[in-house]
């Protein structure tokens, strides 16, 4: 036992927020708090101090905030996250005897008792906070407190002398000098990564490049440029591209995923690879590195990043499978193992055979593929099946790329089961999908966003809410027309701060499944060029624009923290809320969305007003801010009435009466 | 990163039981299990197997048990503890490719695909397995895998091959030599403290031995000899005496803790320490240490341990503070530091100073303390406010005690906050007292219960319940006449695999206190001599007796982990079952309290048959231990009516419904 081990007497445990043991770290945004807590206790009746310590990595010290005690023995102290990159916290916490000494003495006083050789004690333990005071080179304050101890020790005035006891600027001078000689630490140095603002609220847009063209020609980077308003004006600001890399002819998919390719069809993206190249390479008939780098700054222009597709797989004519025979398993008939869930086999796809003996050089090539990305200015990228690839891989290419770009996003696409979704969070990706393309009903949703959100998960995991992908087109969305697809954009970028569509298919509620049963759409985009209407009148496009205006001038909608679902008599009518901290007040943002798309529904929701910051006394202004209207609500059980064909949502903005002299506009 | 670091692929993460991260080991006695569960799962769609790995602290080598998998990739395995001390459990887990061969392979022939190649697979998988088994020195078996290889690769019949890859005695062959080469091993060993069953099981009578002599005498070990006979009868397998030692005469407390004591006064027994000796000397009123053997071997002969109390203090004239002065605190007027609890001062007990420079020689003679006594065969400590000296201490001295003597038993007395109660259970007391004393309603009765049996607490915390100390006389025994204390006795005896009682404060109702309002005893023992009429006729000793001999024939009531409460429709009838498993089949108790000691209580409770594994549709017969009646009951819900001045509870024993054909004594 180390020599002082045996005079640490307090206990520190139960630290929040902590992943596995500190195994992984807590995520945050720059400008987010994180709040600690901890459990803090000694023996005995004597008082404690205790103080959060946290740096960011690289610093050499700790800075200090003092934690403030609850209620049975749990602290709290909080920090804010200020710089992108890994930050560490601890906690540190001692017996103070000073601290003691104060609580007793004025007991001992209030009890009338006789206190000289207390107030000897007293003198004694501001004597040795002198003597700290001038180690740490502070001799003016060490000055002070020896002059203080001489006063408590040997001044007349016996009241004087009580008085100096107890008074707060010599317990304030003594908190700056504690003794920490016997300090405990929490034996863990925890975690957060910081990552910039978009990781936490984003707006994505996927779209296939290749189907920008018109009359039936293959799309360009040049056609997708002209796209750019188009987009920004809906209000997104993460274009997702699915790869641009040349596509494998061998064993090609037709249309609609025929397993025999026509003349003519143009593949999937994901089967990456053919003479032209690989991974690093672009489709020849999207355009040249110098088209996609000028895309790419023409979407800056537009307030849009671009986000690539990471899918770590081969097409057999990808020239890794020539370069690299031994990052593939090979059969014992000398062929190379293609992708099979058997009885179903993928003979254009060979993965990467990540128990190769090659493994290290693999993974650094697999790496230098995102690296050569980054290079060319690319900040996000939306990962393929990640749980197809091995955790270990995962964990050290996010870290290895975070250590030099801690501003990149990852994006895992993991549609599997729930505890590998959340390992592939715990372990760095940045961002999540997730289940709510199946979470339809108010319980299903209320139950998946209460985990999501308001347990450990919120922690890191960060949902990205799709309604719609080229690989899920929802039974709901199949059947629920235009009321549905409204429903679920609304429900996706309300709930979520991040969230995306698979566009045009969305906007133009493209519903047609390829077959009975199939979430596959029909003359799906994968297999082949689509040419989009974008004019149609029945669109999507103004509302999606206006959610998204929406979402920006509400900083409730830009985090997922402080969702709290509130009852509604009406199980049809989903109501929920989200609150952030604002200049002139807090925002609050009540949304309400009648989840059935054929029959106006209405009822009574009852609202957590203590939850919202509001008044069950007085009257609020609930201002709609998808119709413009208007309404005064009164205490917490309001009527609701939506009608599935006109808007079948209210997304109101609560509005708090303000005293002012002026008769108008005086809710805000 | 080690070199097949990136090859191993399964993860293991949430591996139960674990408390705070495998700092503390979970407790056990011998004879009972340990079930683990663990999350493991992989990348992919690849089969993994696990294994739970187990040893003794000292062993070298793991024995291996395979988990079974669950749902939502929750695995499971348990392992029985046969033997006192220290035992490591861990969790192993790798990709397992004939599992997954296998499955697929069904699939595949399933889909009527060709398998020639595959089986060409399966052969090159079974000749890796004859390979390990060679290494292993199983030359048999990797003749018997070769061959196999061989028929499957080359047997001219191609429906002989694919049943072949299918036979079960292959997989079960395959699975005793896998390929466990880059398997995953969970980062920590967690332990199991195993103890001696009295650990789990143990009925506690604390008595004062002074107050054994007649006639107003000092009473001696000799006089406590008699007192055998009487409370073995009662059925206590555990005598817990307060400090045998002698007593400080310096500030010695008077009758009724009265600041001056009169001559003649026999002072606290917790003040400890005199002319005569201090912690390992015996007072001598009380006889010799001989006199004590001579007691113990007594004791022993009537089933009964002696539990001596451990009070870590002094009494100003205990040896140890002439001779040790640096293990005291010393004030600035040369005084020593006696102990206090500001305004209250007891001027007769000092503390120890556990910030004491010498504290490595101090903790070296506190343990001798212990190390003394049981060298004179005591194997159980009840600890006196463990938590006023320092966490790491008793962590310190409890480990070293228990290395050498795995089967003594520490009670920790800590009436504290609960955190603090129970980082004592976790850092190695074997048993604690908890607040059962003022848990009195239904309600409270249950959330406490609950907590202490049903969540993580019960892996480390074993409660001790007890409805009275010498220092808690509790409202409800004041006011609450026969009825409560039997009631209350019931309760601890039932709800509790370990409980006490101090008599015979308690089985003859002592019920007065020392003034309104206060818990403490009028003419309490701590401070006088008492003289008890063990045999006045309306003493509980035949109740407690028959209550003790139903515990002990009734596995069920010595065990908490299977603790549940029944609804009832009164809130004054309380309801709760335990189970056990017995030869010749379970052992099921249910338990009915009437917790009202005025009036006659009667409703409906409403068993979780279920839970206890009864058939909805079969009559059960309830057969009251206490006395004797036997009902029919049948289904759920059953009516119960209980009379607090006859007795206010039923403890039933179920008896099944056994098919046989005589028509008496068919329920066992």
Request: hydrophobic share 35%; glycine share 8%; proline share 6%.
């Amino acid at each position: 036992m180390k020599e002082d081990a045996g005079r640490q007497r307090v206990i520190i445990e139960g630290v929040e927020p902590e992943i596995d043991c500190g195994r992984f770290p807590i995520k945050r945004t720059i400008g987010e708090t994180v709040v600690v807590e901890a459990d803090l206790f000694t023996d005995g009746h004597d008082s404690i101090s205790a103080l959060l310590l946290y740096k960011r990595e690289k610093d050499s010290g700790w800075t200090e905030v003092p934690m403030t005690p609850l209620v049975n023995d749990r602290w709290r102290a909080e920090l804010r996250i200020t710089e992108l990159g890994l930050w560490l916290y601890t906690v540190t916490g001692w017996v103070d005897h000073f601290k003691t000494w104060r609580k007793d003495f004025r007991k001992r006083v209030d009890a009338g008792q006789d206190v000289a050789v207390d107030l000897l004690i007293g003198a004694e333990l501001i004597r040795g906070a002198s003597a700290r005071a001038l180690a740490a080179g502070r001799k003016g304050d060490a000055r002070v407190l020896d002059g203080l101890a001489s006063d408590l020790a040997d001044s007349k005035d016996p009241r004087a002398r009580i008085r100096l006891a107890l008074d707060d600027e010599l317990a304030q001078l003594m908190d700056r000098f504690p003794d920490r000689g016997f300090a405990s630490v929490y034996p863990r140095e925890l975690a957060v990564k910081a990552d910039r603002e978009r990781a936490r609220f984003s707006a994505w847009y996927e779209m296939f490049p290749r189907s920008c063209g018109t009359g039936g020609r293959h799309g360009t980077f040049r056609d997708c440029e002209e796209r750019l308003p188009y987009i920004a004006g809906m209000g997104f600001d993460v274009l997702y591209l699915p790869p641009i890399h040349p596509i494998g002819q061998t064993f090609r998919k037709g249309k609609n995923n025929k397993v025999t390719a026509e003349p003519g069809d143009v593949g999937s993206p994901w089967a990456i690879g053919a003479e032209e190249g690989g991974h690093k390479a672009i489709h020849p008939d999207l355009g040249t590195l110098d088209d996609f780098r000028r895309f790419l700054a023409r979407a800056k222009e537009h307030g849009i990043e671009l986000a690539l597709d990471i899918a770590y797989q081969c097409a057999p004519d990808h020239p890794y499978v020539r370069e690299h025979p031994e990052w593939f398993k090979r059969r014992p008939d000398g062929t190379i193992q293609y992708a099979e869930n058997p009885p179903k086999k993928y003979q254009d796809i060979y993965p990467f055979d990540f128990e190769s003996d090659a493994w290290r050089g693999m993974w650094e090539e697999l790496k230098s593929v995102v690296d050569f990305w980054i290079g060319e200015g690319v900040r996000i990228f939306r990962v393929d099946n990640p749980h197809t690839k091995p955790f270990p891989f995962w964990e050290w290419m996010i870290g290895e790329v975070h250590r030099e770009h801690p501003d990149v996003i990852f994006l895992a696409e993991a549609f599997t089961r729930p505890k590998i979704m959340y390992r592939l969070a715990k372990l760095g990706f940045t961002q999540s999908y997730n289940y709510f393309p199946w979470r339809n009903t108010r319980w299903e949703l209320t139950e998946y966003l209460t985990e999501l959100t308001q347990t450990e998960v919120q922690e890191y995991c960060r949902p990205n809410l799709w309604p719609n992908t080229p690989d899920i087109l929802t039974e709901p969305l199949q059947i629920g027309g235009r009321p549905m697809f409204v429903q679920r954009f609304i429900l996706a970028a309300t709930l979520g701060a991040s969230y995306g569509i698979y566009g045009p298919a969305y906007e133009l509620m493209e519903h047609l499944p390829r077959e009975r049963g199939s979430e596959e759409y029909l003359d799906s985009e994968k297999y082949q060029l689509r040419e989009w209407d974008l004019g149609r009148s029945d669109s999507l496009r103004e509302l999606i624009s206006l959610v998204n205006r929406v979402r920006q001038d509400n900083p409730a909608l830009q985090t997922n923290a402080t969702l709290r679902f509130h009852a509604t008599d009406n199980d049809k009518l989903i109501c929920y809320s989200k609150t952030a901290e604002e200049a002139g007040g807090g925002n609050i943002v009540v949304v309400v969305v009648n989840l059935d798309p054929n029959y106006v529904q209405s009822g009574w929701v009852d609202l957590r007003l203590d939850e919202l910051g509001l008044d069950r006394e007085q009257s609020f202004q609930v201002h709609d801010l998808l119709t413009g209207a208007r309404y005064l609500w009164h205490g917490s059980r309001n009527f609701v009435q939506l009608d599935p064909r006109a808007v079948p949502a209210h997304i109101f903005r609560i509005r708090r009466r303000v005293r002012s002299e002026r008769d108008f506009d005086y809710f805000m």
